[in-house]
């Protein structure tokens, strides 16, 4: 099984205020996951499949700092 973690993200200080950021950013887990999936009806077992997939997480964030 193989999984990565990425991300990016900018960070912005303007001159005037250097006190103060912004960073905009993106972060990622990617990784392959194996399923085991069994259904029954009544007492008996109907179907019983294994099938892989990519997952994915992400998200985006923007933040600010302010430094005394």
Same mark, same amino acid.
Request: proline fraction near 3%.
């Given at each position: 099984?193989? @999984? %990565? #973690? %990425? @991300?990016?993200? &900018? =960070?912005?200080?303007?001159? $005037? *205020?250097? *006190?103060?950021?912004?960073?905009?950013?993106? +972060?990622?887990?990617?990784?392959? *996951? +194996?399923?085991? =999936? #069994? #259904?029954?009806?009544?007492?008996?077992? =109907?179907?019983? $499949?294994?099938? $892989?997939?990519? %997952?994915?997480?992400?998200?985006?964030? &923007?933040? *600010?700092?302010?430094?005394?």
């Amino acid at each position: 099984d193989t @999984g %990565v #973690r %990425v @991300g990016l993200s &900018l =960070e912005f200080t303007q001159p $005037k *205020a250097p *006190a103060f950021s912004m960073r905009l950013g993106y +972060e990622a887990d990617i990784f392959d *996951a +194996e399923i085991h =999936e #069994r #259904r029954f009806k009544g007492w008996s077992m =109907e179907t019983n $499949k294994t099938y $892989k997939t990519t %997952v994915i997480f992400d998200s985006f964030y &923007l933040g *600010a700092t302010y430094n005394f």
